[in-house]
């Protein structure tokens, strides 16, 4: 069964550092990999998405994951944070194909400080 | 606008009593997943259904039940049999087998909360 690791669980930076979150999967094959964020009293949404194609994804307000397949992981970016980047950020997989069910990581917690 | 729909948002059950909680999509997804969410423990995955008439065990269906009958509709019934049902429940719906599918799109939430 795939599995994803997430090896932080909570991370706190002040206002313009960098960011790395860590997203290891175990599934050998093709997958679809996904970062979703809960920002305090939101609904869970779609941050970036790698499908194919270029390994360095783009996604909304700055944020950037990199797909290196050969170490199964695709860890999450951002160069300079935001106080507004504080929310729980969770990485998530799923087999290419067929009839299959996305997994979730336990998830991160990020707080950034002003 | 479209969306998902969990009802209630809150809920206070007695132990023993079964519960059913409300998901409800106007996206015209196929797919429909209920998750629960606790501390520590990120997003785990108790039912999913890709067609109506059609549902899978996630990897924590003990306890649960669910239903598909109509496309927009999933409801959760939580049990007696669930150990430990005091959780944070979420609904969410994905498209199937187009490219950009099995990205999924959430609901509010529902907290259960067994006295």
């Known amino acids: 069964a795939q599995s994803v690791s997430q090896h932080n669980h909570h991370v706190i930076l002040s206002e313009a550092a960098s960011l790395e979150l860590g997203c290891n999967y175990s599934?050998?094959?093709?997958?679809?990999l996904f970062w979703y964020v809960q920002y305090p009293g939101q609904h869970l949404q779609l941050l970036l998405k790698?499908?194919?194609?270029?390994?360095l994804v783009k996604g909304i307000k700055g944020f950037e994951a990199e797909f290196i397949k050969s170490k199964f992981s695709f860890n999450l970016r951002k160069p300079s944070v935001q106080w507004s980047d504080t929310a729980e950020y969770f990485c998530?997989?799923?087999?290419?194909?067929?009839?299959?069910?996305?997994?979730f990581g336990t998830g991160t917690k990020l707080q950034v400080i002003p | 606008d479209g969306g998902i729909t969990q009802s209630p948002k809150y809920l206070f059950r007695k132990e023993g009593q079964n519960v059913t909680l409300s998901c409800e999509q106007n996206?015209?997804?196929?797919?429909m997943y209920w998750y629960r969410q606790d501390p520590g423990q990120g997003l785990r995955l108790i039912y999913y259904?890709?067609?109506?008439?059609?549902?899978q065990k996630g990897d924590i269906a003990e306890g649960y039940s669910v239903s598909r009958e109509k496309k927009e509709s999933f409801p959760l019934t939580v049990t007696s049999a669930q150990k430990n049902p005091t959780a944070f429940y979420l609904c969410?719906?994905?498209?199937?087998?187009?490219?950009?599918?099995?990205?999924?799109?959430f609901g509010a939430g529902s907290r259960l909360t067994v006295l």
């Open positions: 969410a719906s994905s498209m199937v087998g187009v490219a950009g599918a099995n990205v999924l799109t």
């Open positions: 599934y050998g094959g093709t997958v679809n």
């Open positions: 790698y499908f194919s194609g270029d390994p």
């Open positions: 998530a997989v799923i087999r290419s194909g067929g009839y299959q069910k996305v997994t």
């Open positions: 996206l015209n997804h196929d797919a």
């Open positions: 259904s890709q067609i109506v008439n059609d549902f």
